[in-house]
């Protein structure tokens, strides 16, 4: 028997019990549509996550951090008042949390690290806004003071990155050009922005008064490409620097004494990159994380969330293909005669047998297309509403997302766990006698 | 050439062995038109699914065209039935459905052969069996007679050496019966095709050239006509 011959039969036999073949179909449509839907959300978040994350992350950077001597988790319960009590130094950095900073000790160890070509501190300050001259309007920024090795490897809109002995000079997020009123990135290009810095660190949850502070200007040299980071505003590290010394009124942060939280290490070769991670850690006292790394581990929270939302769809699965035995199996019964009559003007056991794993395959794959259309429909309301809704902002970012790879994988595993479920009522009716066939009415 | 050697075949219904056939010694040369007559339960059927390789003797030796199938495994057997025999049944055995044309082909898709062909050689069979003018017909649109005559197109198509017909006018009337048995014997005389004819309407065998009574499964008359 040809296999186009098959298929037909197949299809033509599936046809003759049109409600029971749907019934069993739909019973397939709905653990593919739970899959395909569940793994294309984890698809799209991951894709636009990690595609984020490798436009802001530099390769050959290496972030290191000091390990906890405590367990994180009893320094985070002492510090909200429930762990056992955390002994506190006097002149301690962020003693609220007892966390132990980084010193001019640590960067030398770490810069003694082979392959490391520059070790910098990453800066923290917390802006109250920046403005742009000219305009009354304030917008909240995440400033950032970026080492020239790291600002070099960005991805420009327009205009440049800022040099090692630059000051004075800001790269923007994109997205500040709307909100400014700006038509092209070209335009933002020259023009100056003031930051408030306040005084220390504010909460003012419940206040109105406007706490002290005092304005940085900056000529803006550059424009990143749009990315997940919208309100970001990247200046020379010196710039960030004395802003962070007078937000902590201290003119001894980031010098040897105290290198803040956490250190940015530039790695001449990229190749190296592991390796001085590595190397890094086995030194005892910190923790590094290359950029591939912290992509990875988001992918991988990613895998997990999938894989538990798929669960579901597997079990789906499963019991649909209990539904496409039995629907085999009834199928049997009712042909039996067929078969007798098939066998007796010249098919083989095979032949019976292929004739009705075809037919359970077919029932999967069409149960496997019809969920992934129903999916990506589901997929596709869900990116409209996200986007008119709480998503509006975010337009490039969609929630659902369906890669070949993921249709494909959804058909054949659907297609798969049909053939398997027709094994048994295909070997069954393989082996019916003729005879006996021939006589059952 | 249909030759059975001391074949015997048992079934097991329960406990009780039921001997559908005992020793039965039968030759059957190219070219004639044999009625296989007794009583229902005598082993006419067992012995035209032996005959055909839809069943395999408990005992003995099957040789047809000089090959034993008591010795042949599930493909064997099937091209065989395919390529060499066309079963006709009491209860037609039609797929409701299929069109005529449809069911006449069946044979030929499991012979492999392409669907064009498949379809000018089941409209000649049916053409042979004086159906041309109704192709497109489901059984459940056609007489009794009618759906016997597509059963022998069916058994046609393939072009078989032997035909074999089970009852083939058990459930038709004496008229029809008729017109079926004398559609054989056509075939028979103009085509030269083997025909075992299974019946125990005693009018009806005597169209064959040869008559062989069953009785219990045992063979215990024999006779040629020598007549018409």
Avoid at chain 1, 119 to 128: D, G, Q, T
Avoid at chain 1, 410 to 416: F, Q
Avoid at chain 2, 122 to 142: D, F, T
């Amino acid at each position: 028997m040809r296999f186009a011959d098959y298929i037909r039969i197949a299809m033509s036999n599936l046809w003759k019990r049109k409600l029971r073949t749907i019934l069993t179909i739909f019973a397939v449509v709905i653990g593919a549509t739970l899959i395909a839907l569940m793994v294309s959300l984890g698809v799209g978040l991951q894709d636009y996550v990690t595609g984020q994350l490798t436009a802001l992350s530099v390769p050959d950077v290496i972030s290191v951090e000091p390990k906890l001597g405590e367990s994180l988790a009893s320094v985070v319960l002492g510090s909200t008042g429930f762990g056992p009590p955390q002994e506190v130094e006097e002149g301690q950095a962020y003693a609220y949390l007892n966390i132990g900073t980084l010193t001019g000790q640590d960067v030398e160890r770490i810069q003694a690290v082979e392959n490391v070509a520059a070790v910098e501190p990453v800066v923290l300050i917390m802006p109250r806004w920046v403005q742009l001259e000219g305009s009354e309007k304030k917008y909240q920024v995440q400033l950032l003071a970026s080492p020239p090795y790291e600002i070099r490897q960005r991805k420009l809109e327009a205009g440049r990155p800022f040099e090692a002995d630059e000051r004075g000079v800001a790269v923007v997020a994109y997205d500040f050009l709307e909100a400014w009123n700006l038509d092209s990135p070209e335009e933002a290009l020259g023009r100056t922005i003031s930051i408030r810095v306040p005084l220390g660190f504010q909460i003012n949850l419940f206040s109105s008064k406007e706490p002290e502070g005092q304005d940085y200007s900056f000529t803006i040299v550059g424009v990143f490409q749009d990315s997940l980071l919208s309100t970001e505003v990247s200046v020379p590290m010196e710039d960030g620097i004395e802003m962070a010394r007078y937000f902590n009124q201290d003119d001894e942060a980031y010098t040897d004494k105290d290198m803040g939280l956490a250190l940015s290490v530039h790695v001449d070769d990229p190749a190296q990159v592991d390796a001085v991670a590595r190397a890094i850690e086995d030194l005892g006292d910190y923790t590094a994380e290359t950029a591939e790394e912290s992509a990875g581990s988001l992918a991988g929270g990613f895998r997990a969330i999938q894989a538990v939302l798929s669960i579901f769809g597997l079990i789906a699965l499963a019991v649909a293909s209990l539904s496409i035995i039995n629907t085999l199996i009834m199928a049997i019964y009712e042909r039996t005669q067929e078969i007798g009559v098939m066998k007796a003007v010249g098919a083989t056991k095979g032949t019976i047998r292929l004739l009705f794993t075809v037919e359970a395959g077919s029932i999967g794959f069409w149960g496997g297309l019809t969920g992934v259309l129903v999916a990506w429909v589901i997929g596709q309301v869900i990116n409209l509403v996200s986007h008119l809704t709480f998503l509006r902002d975010y337009k490039s970012f969609n929630i659902s997302a369906f890669p070949l790879w993921l249709i494909l994988a959804v058909i054949v595993l659907c297609t798969g766990v049909a053939l398997v479920a027709g094994l048994l009522p295909a070997s069954r009716a393989a082996n019916l006698d003729p005879v006996e066939a021939l006589r059952h009415e | 050439m249909i030759e059975l050697k001391q074949v015997s075949r048992t079934y097991k219904m329960g406990e009780q062995l039921i001997h559908a056939l005992d020793h039965v010694d039968l030759a059957i040369a190219d070219g004639e038109f044999v009625a296989v007559v007794g009583p229902s339960g005598s082993g006419k059927s067992t012995l035209l699914h032996i005959v055909g390789g839809l069943d395999t003797p408990t005992n003995g030796q099957v040789l047809v065209d000089g090959k034993d199938l008591s010795q042949a495994g599930d493909r064997a057997l099937a091209h065989f039935r395919n390529e060499r025999i066309g079963f006709v049944f009491q209860t037609f055995n039609l797929q409701p459905t299929y069109t005529a044309l449809e069911n006449v082909a069946l044979p030929l898709v499991f012979a492999r052969v392409l669907p064009k062909e498949r379809r000018a050689r089941a409209e000649r069979a049916l053409g042979a069996v004086g159906l041309a003018a109704r192709l497109r017909h489901k059984p459940g649109q056609l007489s009794g007679g009618e759906r016997q005559r597509v059963a022998i197109a069916r058994a046609l198509v393939t072009e078989p050496a032997y035909i074999l017909a089970d009852e083939p006018t058990g459930n038709l009337d004496t008229t029809t019966s008729r017109e079926i048995v004398t559609l054989l014997d056509q075939l028979h005389q103009e085509q030269g095709i083997t025909v075992v004819l299974a019946t125990h309407d005693l009018e009806m065998a005597a169209l064959a050239d040869l008559q062989i009574n069953l009785r219990d499964g045992s063979i215990f008359a024999q006779a040629a006509w020598s007549g018409d």
